[in-house]
């Protein structure tokens, strides 16, 4: 009989490791990320006067079934439960005492079948290790927990909030005997969502990882693409190069693979249109895709020719776009109105498309009518971090969201600061009913050149878009030079790939049912 400490194990992801990792390729996160977050957070609360008593109370996601069926849906932690705690299974509760720091979660108490069906059930004390807080104990025994935790006096705080970008409420926190505690749902969450406004060097060593891992993948994208392929199956490469290379089994959203007029849909590639057109020889792509690690998300656009080389009216639009692109990143540093840099995208882009004969006359009066929201309807980029969407930009202290049109498509009207995360990503679109509003309101059509306009119908459109973190004087791109951005260097990357062998997956007609 081999002796004890020969026995073989199964073990799970990092088991007794104090971090997260997806192997040895992969980025290597440290549990002390969340002490971190759960320490800023403890001290936002402090200075609005919390202490003896006060205790935050966060509740983690919960597994589900497709409707009434009993296949589980792949599960991903609630965003705020994670970004203070770090534990990734279903069930769990955390709660932090404010005066001392004291951390504490709570696990689902399992039956001992979940062995058979689920693996080995681990106990409190190997979460408390692998996880780093002061105590885990069992969902069962929360109550008992909190009462000695806020005192007979003490206080529950717990999360409820809209998010401003989905309009949906926070998950907020309850259990059985929750009403014998006294509870203040109205504190916590404008304070732990501005903490989440501003990333810590690990939560962005995270995100640089992230984006890392997508700008590769974009790239592998652009050298493998050939006229004739689906464009789902230009979004299988990416999801296969960002699993198979970094580690990162989500996506962030919902892949966007437009090609044709289909560029021209902002959030192309949802349940009615899943990114099935066939690509054409002439299409200008436009793919918008992030990859997801540890809960942390990249959100990258690449605009490129199917065919490799760029035609001259997709070389005058990806410009543009370009232009502004250029123009934000140079302008973007702590003390920036974020608005005043959508502002700045819509100039810069109405003047390449003036010098490129698809507009005309003064762009000052172009910008006091508005012209660029017709080309561009979205706002320039949002905050990113735990969420593609990242929370914080309408908090009640803040600039209300703008009304103009494409203004108020902005995600945050903030003034930038130091270590926000924001991607930038301006765009051109000759979106059909959006042109024909224009070319119906006097004071916009006086600016377009109707056989222009005419012959960009169906075009498309093009979206360039970076990741980047607000630095003391300036900006990083997330990605480094990663990306190819220029005309000239996308035609070679993709000139590179073309000389490379590529499997095309045959697709055939489906068989009748009477064959």
């Known amino acids: 009989m081999a002796a004890k400490d020969n026995k073989p194990t199964c073990p799970s992801y990092n088991d007794g490791a104090a971090y997260f990792d997806m192997g040895e390729h992969t980025l290597r996160i440290p549990m002390s990320l969340h002490t971190e977050n759960r320490r800023r ?26 409707y009434s069926g009993d296949a589980d849906n792949v599960f991903q932690q609630e965003p705020y439960f994670h970004w203070a705690f770090g534990a990734l299974e279903p069930g769990w509760y955390g709660a932090l005492d404010v005066a001392s720091g004291r951390a504490v979660l709570f696990c689902p108490r399992l039956p001992e079948e979940y062995a058979t069906w689920m693996g080995r059930i681990r106990t409190p ?9 002061d105590e885990v104990r069992y ?73 890392r891992v997508s700008a590769a993948a974009h790239c592998s994208v652009m050298r493998k693409i050939r006229p004739g392929m689906k464009e789902y199956q230009l979004e299988a490469i990416f999801q296969y190069h960002s699993y198979y290379h970094g580690g990162c089994r989500h ?10 007029c289909n560029a021209a849909t902002l959030h192309y590639g949802h349940a009615g249109d899943p990114n099935l057109r066939t690509v054409g020889e002439t299409d200008i792509c436009l793919f918008d895709m992030g990859a997801e690690y540890y809960g942390y998300t990249s959100d990258i656009t690449c605009s490129f020719p199917a065919n490799g080389k760029f035609s001259n009216d997709q070389k005058l639009i990806y410009n543009a776009v370009l232009k502004a692109s250029k123009a934000v990143m140079a302008a973007v540093r702590p003390g920036v109105s974020w608005v005043e840099m959508h502002r700045l995208a819509y100039r810069m882009m109405l003047e390449a498309l003036k010098e490129g004969g698809v507009v005309q006359g003064d762009v000052d009066k172009m910008m006091e009518v508005n012209l660029g929201s017709v080309f561009m309807p979205h706002g320039l980029g949002h905050l990113m971090g735990l969420d593609v969407h990242d929370v914080g ?20 009207a903030r003034t930038l600061e130091e270590n926000m995360v924001l991607t930038i990503e301006p765009g051109c679109y000759f979106i059909d009913h959006l042109l ?29 878009e970076d990741d980047i973190v607000i630095t003391a004087d300036g900006m990083e791109d997330l990605a480094g030079d990663t990306i190819p951005r220029t005309v000239e260097e996308i035609e070679a990357l993709m000139a590179e790939g073309q000389q490379e062998e590529v499997l095309v997956p045959q697709l055939h007609a489906q068989q009748k049912l009477d064959q």
């Open 125 to 133: 004390q190997e979460y408390r290790q692998r996880l780093q807080v």
């Open 436 to 464: 024909d509003q224009a070319l119906a309101n006097p004071e916009q059509a006086q600016f377009l050149v109707p056989e222009a306009i005419a012959r960009f119908r169906g075009f498309g459109g093009v979206r360039i």
């Open 251 to 260: 996506q962030g959203y919902t892949n966007i693979c437009g090609s044709g």
């Open 41 to 66: 957070l403890q001290e936002r609360l402090k200075a609005r006067g919390l202490g003896g008593g006060d205790v935050v109370l966060l509740q983690g996601g919960s597994d589900s079934t497709r």
């Open 139 to 211: 969902v069962d025994e929360i109550a008992d927990v909190l009462r000695e935790m806020t005192g007979q006096a003490g206080t529950l705080h717990t999360l409820r909030g809209v998010n401003t970008d989905s309009g949906k409420t926070t998950l907020e926190a309850a259990f059985d005997g929750i009403s014998r505690f006294n509870v203040n749902n109205t504190l916590l969450h404008d304070e732990i969502a501005e903490c989440r406004v501003y990333k810590t060097k690990a939560e962005i060593e995270v995100l640089r990882f992230a984006t």
């Open 393 to 412: 930009g309408y908090l009640e202290q803040y600039p209300p969201r703008p009304t103009p049109a494409g203004f108020r498509s902005l995600r945050t």
